[in-house]
């Protein structure tokens, strides 16, 4: 009876210690010190049925080269994600996720493209790679008319080519298609000022003789 109670306690006792939250107060190191290739992991548990191996490791390249990888899952549904849930919350906010897709997003929590932003952006600088719109200056170009310009805007109320403000208030713009059609346009216009150049020299010659 006495080796029951005893089991019993054991028992009780660790199946309680295993509960219970582990505190460390002090700095934890995992794994020793290697030379190149991948440390030891930092593995997080997975419920039954649940395949997705995650795990921090570090890799060490070369000297003075490191790669700290985070695994989140084995397909494209897993994610890494950023929130907050401040007290008075009922639940958790999602404030910046990583996709194992490869898109992220910031108070987005589920990104589209490779970058989704809500919110404003503020930026020293902005490269943006595409084609330009040198083709207006190229032989063959179909320059339209005056009259075809007029007419498109009185019955589109835009330039040719322009989206309306309808169609951006619903689908955006892409700033590189739209810096291309707004230099196609410039240009187009000093298309139209050198053949108006023209005619007034023409004017001219022919007042003069």
């Not at 030891?40 to 995650?54: E, T």
Request: net charge negative; glycine share 8%.
């Amino acid at each position: 009876m006495k080796k029951v109670l005893i089991g019993l306690f054991l028992g009780l006792f660790c199946c309680s210690a295993y509960s219970q939250t582990e505190v460390i107060d002090k700095d934890v190191q995992i794994g020793g010190l290697i030379t190149e290739g991948y440390g030891k992991k930092l593995q997080f548990g997975s419920p039954k049925g649940n395949s997705d191996d995650v795990y921090f490791i570090r890799n060490n390249i070369e000297s003075d080269r490191t790669d700290l990888i985070l695994s989140l899952g084995d397909d494209d549904k897993d994610k890494f994600v950023i929130g907050r849930k401040f007290w008075n919350e009922a639940e958790f906010t999602q404030q910046f996720v990583f996709q194992t897709n490869g898109n992220m997003g910031i108070g987005i929590a589920n990104p589209k493209n490779k970058l989704d932003v809500n919110g404003t952006i503020r930026a020293k600088e902005v490269k943006v790679e595409s084609e330009w719109a040198d083709f207006v200056f190229k032989k063959g170009y179909n320059l339209p008319t005056i009259t075809e310009v007029k007419q498109h805007i009185e019955e589109k109320g835009t330039l040719p080519g322009i989206p309306s403000e309808k169609e951006v208030k619903a689908n955006g713009v892409n700033l590189a298609e739209t810096d291309v059609l707004l230099l196609q346009k410039i240009e187009e216009l000093t298309l139209y000022i050198i053949e108006l150049k023209q005619e007034i020299e023409d004017l001219k010659s022919q007042v003069n003789n």
